[in-house]
């Protein structure tokens, strides 16, 4: 039975055949139309989840269903809605990029006719299609990469899986690659990602889940996650470097020259900060959000 989920996971877990369990008990629903980041430091479970939900992984215990469908009792529905980009580049070294993309419609049951609107869409809205009759091997890293994503898109999936996007793709690319995932999530693809660059989950996606050694130790949307941390970080920045850091010795401030980082709790004021500041003798030249939220919000989920 189709619902509004892009996907549903319940009670997941995954033992290894040498004892490692991956997966503790795992329960994760993303909606249709979500821009969601699963994170997690390495080893923590991130790419056997993706694996279980493209197939790639048995599961031990547990139920998927992609859009609705279950992935043990309808297998076929439920991968036509999703596409898959690994780490790793899997395609056929020595086929044209075209082939590669194309040859993929294949396993959906599309023929090449069908499928080629759809090829000349992506490797135009990626920047290959120049490249189209040159052997894949002879592409750069960063186009190998988008050669993933439009080959995972061939088939216009509802839910698109990216592992590690970015990695290794130069900050120029990276921008670039940003972009054309939002317009395609605009468009209504639901996106799910991995990624060691928090920044890059803080800009782009609306809800995440944090894995920690096999477990999910927060999920829901980023701004909400965010706000509810009981402390707030700014920073403020001072007409000269600034030297009394005993004045402020409740709050544990970070000093960089006339750059002073304090974290604000219910107990010290951002209000208290700033009078000891000023009584120091300080100009204060502006006060902001320290950058950077998400990740002190991933070290103290994931530090335990
Ligand atoms: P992440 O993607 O978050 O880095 P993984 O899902 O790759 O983490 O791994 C989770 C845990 O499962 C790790 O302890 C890893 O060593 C282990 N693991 C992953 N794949 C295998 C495998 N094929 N055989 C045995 N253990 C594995």
Same mark, same amino acid.
């Given at each position: @039975?189709?619902?509004? $989920?892009?996907?549903?996971?319940?009670?997941?877990?995954?033992?290894?055949? +040498?004892?490692?369990? !991956?997966?503790?008990?795992?329960?994760?629903?993303?909606?249709?139309?979500?821009?969601?980041?699963?994170?997690?430091?390495?080893?923590?479970?991130?790419?056997?989840?993706?694996?279980?939900?493209?197939?790639?992984?048995?599961?031990?215990?547990?139920?998927?269903?992609?859009?609705?469908?279950?992935?043990?009792?309808?297998? *076929?529905?439920?991968?036509?809605? /999703?596409?898959?980009?690994?780490?790793?580049? +899997?395609?056929?070294?020595?086929?044209?990029?075209?082939?590669?993309? %194309?040859?993929?419609?294949?396993?959906?049951? %599309?023929?090449?006719?069908?499928?080629?609107?759809?090829?000349?869409?992506? =490797?135009?809205? &990626?920047?290959?299609?120049?490249?189209?009759?040159?052997?894949?091997?002879? &592409?750069?890293?960063? @186009?190998?990469?988008?050669?993933?994503?439009?080959?995972?898109?061939?088939? $216009?999936?509802?839910?698109? %899986?990216?592992?590690?996007?970015?990695?290794?793709?130069?900050?120029?690319?990276?921008?670039? @690659?940003?972009?054309?995932?939002?317009? =395609?999530?605009?468009?209504?693809?639901?996106?799910?990602?991995?990624?060691?660059?928090?920044?890059?989950?803080?800009?782009?996606?609306?809800? @995440?889940?944090?894995?920690?050694?096999?477990?999910?130790?927060?999920?829901?949307?980023?701004?909400?996650?965010?706000? $509810?941390?009981?402390?707030?970080?700014?920073?403020?920045? &001072?007409?000269?470097?600034?030297?009394?850091? !005993?004045?402020?010795?409740?709050?544990?401030?970070?000093?960089?020259?006339?750059?002073?980082?304090?974290?604000? *709790?219910?107990?010290?004021?951002?209000?208290? !900060?700033?009078? *000891?500041?000023?009584? !120091?003798?300080?100009?204060?030249?502006?006060?902001?959000?320290?950058?950077?939220?998400?990740?002190?919000?991933? %070290?103290?989920?994931?530090? /335990?």
């Amino acid at each position: @039975m189709a619902t509004q $989920s892009a996907f549903c996971i319940k009670n997941l877990t995954k033992t290894y055949t +040498n004892w490692v369990i !991956a997966l503790r008990w795992i329960s994760l629903t993303v909606e249709q139309g979500d821009f969601f980041a699963l994170l997690g430091p390495n080893g923590a479970g991130k790419s056997t989840t993706i694996g279980v939900l493209c197939g790639l992984v048995q599961k031990t215990t547990g139920s998927v269903e992609i859009c609705g469908y279950d992935i043990d009792t309808h297998p *076929s529905e439920a991968r036509k809605y /999703v596409g898959i980009v690994p780490q790793e580049f +899997n395609f056929g070294i020595f086929e044209s990029v075209y082939d590669v993309v %194309i040859n993929q419609a294949g396993y959906y049951g %599309i023929s090449r006719k069908e499928a080629a609107p759809n090829v000349e869409k992506y =490797l135009k809205s &990626l920047g290959l299609w120049e490249k189209r009759n040159m052997q894949s091997k002879t &592409l750069s890293g960063g @186009m190998k990469r988008r050669l993933m994503i439009a080959r995972a898109l061939v088939h $216009s999936p509802k839910l698109l %899986i990216l592992d590690e996007p970015t990695a290794g793709v130069d900050i120029e690319l990276r921008r670039g @690659m940003w972009d054309f995932l939002r317009d =395609l999530n605009r468009e209504g693809t639901t996106i799910i990602l991995t990624t060691h660059y928090l920044e890059e989950a803080e800009l782009l996606c609306t809800d @995440m889940a944090i894995i920690n050694k096999g477990m999910i130790v927060k999920q829901g949307p980023i701004k909400s996650l965010l706000a $509810s941390m009981e402390d707030e970080s700014v920073t403020i920045d &001072l007409d000269r470097p600034f030297e009394h850091i !005993a004045e402020l010795s409740p709050y544990t401030p970070l000093i960089q020259n006339e750059t002073v980082d304090i974290t604000i *709790s219910r107990e010290h004021t951002l209000d208290a !900060a700033l009078k *000891s500041i000023h009584k !120091a003798g300080y100009v204060i030249k502006n006060i902001r959000p320290k950058s950077g939220r998400l990740e002190e919000f991933f %070290i103290r989920n994931t530090q /335990v």
